[in-house]
């Protein structure tokens, strides 16, 4: 059974970051979550959320183009 909210330790240990990592990437708007308690505390994070994440911000590598001899 999948759960449908996880604590930002339950994804670190999941995805193996630190849990600090994903405490910055929810206080930066960089990773979908939701407030269960009032004044923003309590960050959950919605199952699908991670690989958002990671389908938005991958930097998709660029073959290296032959770099041209010198001659002389």
């Not at 206080?27 to 009032?38: C, G, K, Q, S, V």
Request: proline share 8%; charged share 30%; aromatic share 6%.
């Amino acid at each position: 059974m999948t759960k449908l909210l996880e604590t930002p330790k339950e994804l670190a240990e999941r995805v193996g970051i630190p849990v600090t990592n994903v405490r910055y990437l929810i206080r930066e708007d960089m990773l979908d979550h939701i407030y269960t308690a009032p004044g923003k505390r309590n960050p959950k994070i919605p199952s699908g959320a991670w690989e958002k994440y990671v389908t938005q911000f991958t930097v998709k590598a660029e073959p290296k183009k032959a770099s041209s001899c010198r001659e002389g």
